[in-house]
């Protein structure tokens, strides 16, 4: 597998150049929205054309780019049965600890800051400027959007989404496919499937698994 090459699977200009500012040569943009080029990179079909795609770009691995976790988990899944095997990009200036673990397909990007001891598991996306503190454990799928902060050993589950500006304090732990809104500043544990938001974070309603 050459790691230097990528396919994206979504063509999402910021993660485009992210990808640029990692080094990273774009073989390609699989998108069911985008024809010919787009940012100047040939769009190489829809997610139907992937078998073929596998055998036309054998050892290029793919960068699965949704923002939505669900969304990404489908496709993830979805490519990963054909045989294409999915890759991770950090931008150059996320400060990501020498401690901290990172599974397969996550993206961190510009300004994030990674600490001593984070698990990331795969395909978390970390967007600009999260700052993820000390002993963080973050699920499979899970995105943290620009500017929210997890202090010290903080506990996210799988496939949630922390909005951004968002804060969760010291040794929260939020269960699986929790969202938690804009701003909010989460001060307790949340249950799985919960939507919270405001300053302290109270349950708004509760969403499907």
Same mark, same amino acid.
């Given at each position: 597998?050459? /790691?230097?090459?990528?396919i994206l699977?979504?063509?999402?200009?910021e993660v485009?150049?992210?990808?640029?500012a990692? +080094?990273?040569q #774009? =073989?390609g #943009?699989i998108?069911?929205?985008?024809?010919?080029?787009y940012? +100047?990179? *040939?769009?190489?079909?829809?997610?139907?054309?992937? *078998?073929t795609?596998l055998?036309?770009?054998?050892g290029? @691995?793919v960068?699965?780019?949704?923002?939505?976790?669900?969304?990404?988990?489908?496709l =993830?899944?979805?490519?990963?049965?054909?045989?294409f095997?999915?890759?991770g990009?950090v931008h150059p200036l996320?400060?990501?600890?020498?401690?901290?673990k990172?599974g397969?397909?996550?993206v961190?990007?510009?300004?994030a800051?990674?600490?001593?001891g984070?698990?990331?598991?795969?395909?978390v996306?970390v967007? =600009?400027?999260?700052?993820?503190?000390?002993?963080?454990r973050? +699920?499979?799928?899970?995105?943290v959007?620009?500017?929210?902060v997890?202090?010290?050993?903080?506990?996210?589950?799988?496939?949630?989404?922390i909005?951004?500006?968002?804060?969760?304090? @010291?040794?929260?732990?939020?269960?699986?496919?929790?969202v938690?809104?804009?701003g909010?500043?989460?001060?307790? /544990?949340?249950?799985?499937?919960?939507?919270?938001?405001?300053? @302290?974070?109270r349950?708004d309603?509760?969403?499907?698994g």
């Amino acid at each position: 597998m050459d /790691s230097s090459k990528l396919i994206l699977v979504g063509g999402f200009h910021e993660v485009i150049e992210l990808c640029e500012a990692a +080094g990273k040569q #774009i =073989v390609g #943009i699989i998108d069911p929205q985008l024809h010919g080029e787009y940012f +100047g990179y *040939p769009v190489l079909g829809k997610d139907e054309d992937a *078998p073929t795609l596998l055998e036309r770009f054998s050892g290029v @691995p793919v960068l699965i780019t949704p923002d939505q976790p669900g969304t990404r988990e489908k496709l =993830v899944c979805y490519y990963e049965r054909l045989g294409f095997t999915c890759s991770g990009v950090v931008h150059p200036l996320a400060t990501v600890s020498r401690t901290a673990k990172l599974g397969t397909g996550v993206v961190i990007a510009l300004g994030a800051n990674v600490s001593s001891g984070v698990e990331l598991a795969e395909h978390v996306r970390v967007n =600009v400027r999260a700052n993820i503190m000390h002993d963080v454990r973050i +699920g499979p799928y899970t995105t943290v959007a620009p500017n929210a902060v997890l202090l010290g050993r903080v506990r996210i589950g799988r496939g949630c989404y922390i909005g951004a500006n968002a804060t969760i304090l @010291p040794r929260v732990e939020l269960g699986d496919h929790v969202v938690v809104g804009a701003g909010a500043v989460v001060t307790r /544990s949340v249950p799985a499937g919960s939507i919270v938001k405001g300053n @302290p974070a109270r349950a708004d309603e509760k969403i499907g698994g």
